[in-house]
């Protein structure tokens, strides 16, 4: 039986979809371009076609995974330009059902802090989180020019802080403790400080 052969994005779709896998399961040290080649069905020559070596998949992989993340916070901002109680219930709303659907994005996240002394992943994933906090930054303030939140609030503190939630809550997953936090509670504890 012969099988289709997937075009060279495909396939590198699925290549990384199995790193990511791997790296969460076994830590990027533990991870080997053989047992990912396995797991994607490839030959492990393909990984270093593709992506020249473990260090360069796993950046792609880094890469991914922030434009998903940052994707989504653009799309959860967008549901609610005006209102930035309903914007923030939206982007964690967003961001836990990724977390809870996309098991090893918890640990993805936590790899990459890890490895953010190479600078070949900082410089990867960097410019992700200064996107993001740029997309945070200019929705705080337009909802501080509408009077929708204090004025007197820094804009990219507050993106900064609302980022760290972000990263609360995947160590909430990564440490199996997700079940403990309510998120719009959460969200309502939150919104007094940044409401005028």
Partial sequence: MVTKRLPAEERKKQIVKSATAVFARKGYHGATTKRISQEAGVAEALIYRYFGSKKGLFSDAVRRTAERLVHGLEAALTLHPDDPSLAMQEVYTFYLDLLLKQRD????????????????????????????????????????????????????????????????????????????????????????????
Avoid at 156 to 173: P, T
């Fill in 105 to 196: 994005l918890a640990k993805m996240i936590f790899l990459v802090f890890a490895e953010l002394d190479d600078p070949e992943v900082r410089d990867v994933y960097l410019p992700h989180q200064e996107h993001a906090l740029d997309v945070l930054s200019t929705a705080i303030r337009r909802w501080k020019k509408t009077g929708a939140l204090r004025s007197d609030m820094p804009s990219r503190a507050s993106a900064w802080l609302i980022l760290g939630a972000f990263q609360v809550l995947a160590l909430m997953k990564h440490s199996g403790r997700i079940d403990e936090i309510d998120p719009k509670a959460a969200l309502e504890l939150a919104l007094p400080f940044l409401s005028s």
